[in-house]
């Protein structure tokens, strides 16, 4: 009787051309799009022009993947939503629609904001199946500066907003670029009461008027750091800039090591070390009478438990200005 064969094969997926082309550059808003050609060439963008040429509502289908750095193969399948925006006077409404496929009960829904309070429901029916008022303070910062909503900024009237608020302000002129860093006494209300404040700060393009990316850091009663890092990518259409990508990488960093001396995987520099397998390979390996085992494979240092989780965003089929209030009303 032959003797059974062992294998250890490690299994990993890979993120879709798409996705592998944002390269958004470092935390501090540095933004490259060395390799975002193909998707900045390839994203379908239908603007309408308002009256005043800006940018009233914003709509895209998104894509959303996520993986962990530390640990090989962990790349996520992508879950897709349409995300609708519109400015109606002072107030910012959003809509997210989610398919059939995102829930095990085959119904479509979708979620609706208004500012003051959020619903959810059947996208079909229109049952509403729970709705949350907003407290006070959620409101208050729902009226804070969030995010790139939608592309160009009023940046000189925020920057002078923040000016008048004493924010540190640090100007990198040679390639426009505004860090604004915000009081951790302005954030600290949002911050559960066993995380602590590090610092919290915004990166402008003081060009193109938009917000090229944010950085926080937080540290818990525990002594992790969590340090959160954003960045954004647009492209230009008649002279206006559109949100097209996003980069998210949280970092946790633990001040302890773990135990590995009874540690017996193969240690590996990079993803790029690890043997790839085909379906054909790995099928031969199991008719000769290979055993596979699937684990999760660490990159680097083993003991090292520091890891990086990176969430990409893309956005296509995008609508600018095509969105009436009618989209937004709350279902009673």
């Known amino acids: 009787m032959a003797k059974k064969k062992k294998y250890a094969v490690i299994l ?4 879709m051309v798409s996705c592998t082309e944002i390269d958004l550059g470092s935390s501090k808003g540095a933004v490259s799009a060395k390799q975002m050609q193909e998707l900045v060439d390839n994203v379908s963008i239908d603007f309408k022009k308002s009256n005043n040429n800006s940018i009233e509502s914003y709509q895209a289908n998104v894509k ?15 879950s897709e939503y349409r995300l609708s925006l519109k400015k109606s006077g002072d107030s910012i ?33 229109k049952e509403v199946e729970a709705r949350t008022v907003l407290t006070d303070e959620e409101t208050k910062n729902a009226e804070d ?4 909503i939608f592309g160009r900024l009023a940046l000189d009237s925020y920057l002078a907003k923040c000016r008048q608020l004493s924010y540190d302000l ?6 426009n670029v505004m860090c604004v860093t915000i009081p951790v ?30 950085e926080s850091q937080t540290i818990d009663e525990n002594g992790i750091i969590v340090t959160a890092s954003n960045n954004y990518l647009y492209k230009k259409v008649d002279g206006e800039p559109v949100l ?13 090591e773990i135990d590995t001396s009874d540690y017996m995987l193969p240690i590996v520099e990079s993803e790029d070390d690890i043997p790839e397998v085909t379906e054909e390979e790995l099928a031969e390996m199991i008719k000769d009478g290979g055993e596979v085992y699937e684990f999760e494979q ?20 995008i609508k600018i200005n095509t969105l009436e209030d009618e989209y937004f009303r709350l279902p009673l």
């Open 298 to 317: 660490v990159i680097g240092d083993p003991s090292n438990p520091d890891y990086t989780q990176v969430i990409i965003k893309t956005y296509d089929d």
């Open 185 to 214: 006494s302005d954030v600290s209300a949002k911050i559960s009461n066993d995380k602590t404040t590090t610092y919290s700060r915004l990166y402008f393009d003081t060009q193109n008027d938009v917000l090229l990316g944010s």
């Open 64 to 78: 959303q993947y996520s993986y962990n750095k530390r640990i090989a193969g962990t790349v996520s399948a992508p």
């Open 12 to 15: 990993f997926a890979c993120i």
């Open 145 to 148: 500066f969030g995010g790139p």
């Open 93 to 125: 409404f959003t809509r997210i629609d989610f398919d059939s496929s995102c829930y095990g009960d085959g119904k479509m829904r979708s979620i609706i904001c208004d500012g003051k309070e959020t619903v959810i429901f059947d996208t079909i029916t």
């Open 244 to 256: 097209i990508g996003e980069l998210l990488e949280i970092q946790n960093d633990f001040p302890y």
């Open 170 to 175: 640090q100007e990198d002129s040679e390639n």
